[in-house]
């Protein structure tokens, strides 16, 4: 499931078979994961437990959703184990995302319904039982083999058996009477010994590279959620590169077109006045050449300006305040707007806000009849401590408004355009607009493009 | 009369440069940001200082305000040097920050109004003279930002009319010039208009920018 996915471990390893340090290091993995094992087999219970048996209470789909949540913890604490000790980089899933909506129910579905949180309890499940598996037959072969191999040393140590024929023997009785004590059979029991020995190593590393399988399977990011994370991250990517490309080509429209287009005009005023000094008759012709051009001049560079402050109002540099402040002073609509100065957002964001209170404003003097209108840009603070940006325009029109979905042809009209806008950085909006008025439209937008990650 | 430019374009700089020398102005002082117009006023002795100070508002190097915060600064430290704030659009923001401290001698612009070269020279020497000079767009600003005013609801829409040309800095024979009236009917309209907005005889000329400054709305400083 993960991107990268090398078949081995990536660390190095000294020494060979049983005397191999990275054996060794995956040996003492699983006596990690086994001491962790009353812990993980206990969450998944848990949480299904808690979360049938309390889900008649209201709180206990909370405590369950919790436990949900612990799944993601496990998971880092054995994406952590499996970097350290096996050698793996299983990149982490993508992070729990906040709940869109405010309210109950959008917390609960955000607590249970996240897919990383369970995957990682699924792995708490089966990593338990193949941790105890691989334990006892690691620990098992290990055991037996070092027990063998040193056999020769510690079975003087035994007890005194007596068998059947009345002979006393030291040493392990394998069937009736047959005892390991006499030398050949000795040699053949350490024998057995270094065999175990040689298949232990294989062994426990065949076992822990399940575990490692298991690993890359259930705790890395699904292609899906990797999919999302990517296109998020070039859709903000996007947006960012739009707003500082128009951001430019209005300070170039300002630094070159327009500035040369004023010193142009200077001098062409200039040469009207200096022909209309002289005695009319000789220059009339001249005169009124130059007057056209002085007043083409001067009217296209009214229409610049207007052009040039519809790519990219110059004063959103100064802020979102001072922009709205002459939006509104411009607007044929009396309004007043109300601009929370803790409200720090992306230059992009402004932007989007900014050309919403405009889309807003045009709306509302075009189509509802409005004598006055109140814009308030407000810092919120959402159901999950994200910071947003609160834009809020409510006229005193006659209400009626309503999204227009767009036609085929691409073009589209006021307040579609604005959802899309708002989209675009995953924000939310809300139209009230009952006949008769008022109409308000609150938007939300989040105070950084970049998804939360 | 003396003037200092502050422009970070150059075309336009040297444009201005040009046609003021042209028209008998000395121009002091040519700088292309805020720091070097401060600096520049700032070095020189207080006889030579230039009358009037042309500055545009976006200059680097955030392109944002700094020539309005470099207007403020020389309003506060050199009250004697008029400034004309000069910019291709007008910000109400900026023109309330730039009319909320003392009005006299200053005025704001669109750079478009060069093109009128007469009229331009003629609101700069308004501005030396102590004048405030304000672009009709600035006006218009301004009192749709201030729509809410009721101290204005009183002037008939003949007075309306030449309180907007008196803040536009325009004299009472221009007004009379522009409105096709006589200069007696405007002196009539402008003391009507002084009574109706309570400003006592005793002000003076004063009364002309506390009238203007009533319009925009703007909190005159005592």
Known sequence: ????????????????????????????????????TP?????????????????????????????????????????????????????????????????????????????????????????????????????????????????????????????SDGTRHHGAQFADGWFVDTTPRIWALALSGVVLLLIWSPLTRGLVHLSRLLMRGLLGPTRASLRVAALEQSRSRTVEDADARLRRIERDLHDGTQARLVAVAMQLGEAKEQLASVPREEVAAPLELVTTAHTGVKDALVELRELARGIHPPALEAGLAVALETLVARSPLPCTVDVDPDVEAAPAVEAIAYFCVAELLTNA??????????????????????????????????????????????????????????????GSWTLSSPLGGPTVVTVSLPLDVAPAI | MRIAIAEDSVILRDGLVAL???????????????????????????????????????????????GLRAALRLRA??????????????????????????ARGVGYLLKDRVADVSEFMD???????????????????????????????????????????????????????????????????VTSIFAKLDLPPDAGDHRRVLAVLRLLKVPPVE
Not at chain 1, 1 to 16: I, N
Not at chain 1, 24 to 30: A, G, K, M
Not at chain 2, 53 to 58: H, K, L, P, Q, T
Request: proline share 4%; with cysteine.
């Open chain 2, 123 to 189: 609101a700069l020497e308004r501005i030396a003279a102590g004048h405030t000079v304000l672009d009709p767009e600035v006006v218009t600003q301004l009192m749709g930002a201030s729509r809410t005013d009721d101290g204005l609801a009183r002037l008939t829409a003949r007075e309306r009319e030449v309180l907007e040309l008196m803040a536009q800095g325009r004299s009472n024979g221009a007004i009379a010039e522009t409105l096709f009236l006589s200069y007696g009917a405007v002196e009539k309209n």
């Open chain 1, 1 to 36: 499931m993960t991107p990268v996915a090398p078949t081995g471990p990536r660390y190095r390893s000294t020494g060979w078979g049983p005397f191999s340090t990275r054996t060794w290091r995956e040996y003492s993995y699983l006596w990690v994961a086994l001491l962790l």
């Open chain 1, 39 to 163: 812990f993980t087999l206990a969450t998944p219970f848990l949480a299904i437990g808690l979360g049938t048996g309390l889900a008649v209470t209201v709180v206990g789909l909370f405590a369950a959703g919790g436990v949900v949540l612990l799944g993601r913890a496990w998971g880092g604490l054995f994406r952590g184990l499996g970097r350290g000790m096996l050698g793996v980089d299983v990149p982490a899933p993508v992070p729990w995302r906040r709940p869109r909506g405010r309210g109950f129910w959008a917390h609960v579905r955000a607590f249970v319904g996240d897919g990383a949180a369970w995957r990682g309890l699924a792995f708490c499940f089966l990593s338990s039982l193949l941790t105890i598996v691989s334990f006892a037959l690691s620990t098992a072969f290990l055991g037996y083999g070092l027990g063998a191999v040193t056999y020769g040393y510690w079975y003087r140590f035994l007890p005194w058996q007596t068998a």
């Open chain 2, 20 to 66: 003021l020398t042209r028209r008998g102005h000395d121009v002091v002082l040519a700088a292309g940001d805020a720091d070097a117009l401060l600096a520049g006023i700032a070095a020189t002795a207080p006889d030579d200082r230039p009358e009037v100070a042309v500055v545009d508002i976006r200059m680097p190097p955030t392109f944002t305000d700094e």
């Open chain 2, 77 to 102: 430290e050199h009250a004697d040097v008029g400034v004309l704030l000069f910019s291709q659009y007008v910000e109400t923001r900026y023109a309330a920050e730039l009319l909320s401290g003392d």
């Open chain 1, 365 to 426: 003097v075009k189509h509802s009849g409005a004598t006055g209108a109140y814009v308030l840009v407000t810092r919120e603070t959402d159901g999950d401590g994200r910071a947003t940006l609160r834009l809020r325009v409510r006229d005193d029109g006659q209400g009626g408004a309503q999204v227009v979905e767009p036609t085929g042809d691409g073009s589209r009209t006021g307040l579609a355009g604005l959802v899309e806008r708002v989209r675009s950085v995953d």
